[in-house]
Each structure stands twice: as structure tokens, then as C-alpha cells.
């Protein structure tokens, strides 16, 4: 079982549910994911930043926490429950130099502004070509994208 709180909460529930005091830090992509668990009880704490992993470090051990890098997660061979994180998808359809369009597709544990997107599109489009002569602005008046963001609540719904 997974309990989701606030960051700010997450040293209080993890002293309210008798944890042992280990919060695991990682990171993916812009949030910075915390998790107390307990394999006697097979559950997790879990909390999201914004914050990077230091600064998220700094104030666990400050509310009282010792801190490790990495991440509980569940054992799917041993039966337990998936941890259900929400995902976004987004998307960019886009002009190319060909007679078809271009389309960017990609997902995120986080929600992502449509600068997120761009930004991105961008620095993966820049791996691909070479895109250092052409600044974010002219890169977007060039491809002329449409950017679409897709959070889990209608990612489920498509599903239903």
C-alpha cells in the first residue's frame, strides 16, 4: 500500500506510522520523489518536490530523517501492489522539411508546462540535428508546433 502526502508532511507521517526513519531520494526529470518503507508492513511513503535532491536532503535530515539515494519500490514477483504514479503524456506535431509532418511524443511522472514541452523537443531534436546555430525562438517559428499535454485524469478516461 502506498500513502502519497505533501512533502512538507512526510516526516510527521513518517514518525505518525512508526517507520524507521530511512527516506530513499531520487530524481525524474523536474521532481525529486521521496519514499519511507517498511517490508514488515510492505508499504511506502511517498512525497514529490520540486526541489532538488539536495535541498530535499537537507530539510529531511533537518525534520529528522536520515537520508539515501534511491527509491522503494514494490516487488511484483512477491505479489505486492504496483505503486500507481501518475503519468503525462505530451506530444508535438510539428512541420518538417518533408511532405508529412513531424510528431514528438513523450511522458513524464510530473506535469510539464507547455515551455517544459518545447524546451525538451528542443534539447532532443538538438541530439538528433545540429541545432546550434538556431536559438529556442527560431526553432519554434521554424517547426511551427502544436504541443499537447495529457494529464492522468484523461489519460483514464481515454482508457474507459
Given at each position: ?34 519514499t ?34 534511491g ?10 501492489l ?9 506530444a508535438?506535431?510539428?512541420?518538417t ?6 510528431l ?57
Amino acid at each position: 500500500m502506498v500513502l502519497h502526502v505533501d512533502f512538507e508532511h512526510i516526516a510527521e507521517e513518517v514518525k505518525r506510522h512508526g517507520y524507521k526513519p530511512w527516506a530513499y531520494v531520487s530524481r525524474d526529470r523536474n521532481t525529486t520523489l521521496v519514499t519511507v518503507g517498511s517490508p514488515e508492513s510492505r508499504t511506502v511513503v511517498q512525497a514529490e518536490t520540486t526541489l532538488g535532491p539536495e535541498e530535499a536532503k537537507k530539510l529531511l535530515t533537518e525534520q529528522g530523517l536520515l537520508v539515501a539515494p534511491g527509491r522503494w519500490v514494490p516487488d511484483p514477483f512477491a505479489g505486492e501492489l504496483h505503486i500507481a504514479q501518475p503519468i503525462w503524456v505530451t506530444a508535438v506535431a510539428y512541420r518538417t522539411q518533408d511532405e508529412k509532418p513531424g510528431l514528438w511524443v513523450d511522458a513524464s511522472r510530473s506535469e510539464l508546462s507547455v515551455g517544459d514541452v518545447l524546451r525538451d523537443f528542443y534539447e532532443e531534436m538538438g541530439t538528433e540535428t545540429d541545432l546550434s546555430t538556431t536559438s529556442l525562438d527560431e526553432f519554434i517559428v521554424l517547426t511551427n508546433p502544436n504541443v499537447v499535454v495529457l494529464g492522468p485524469d484523461q489519460l483514464a478516461a481515454f482508457a474507459d
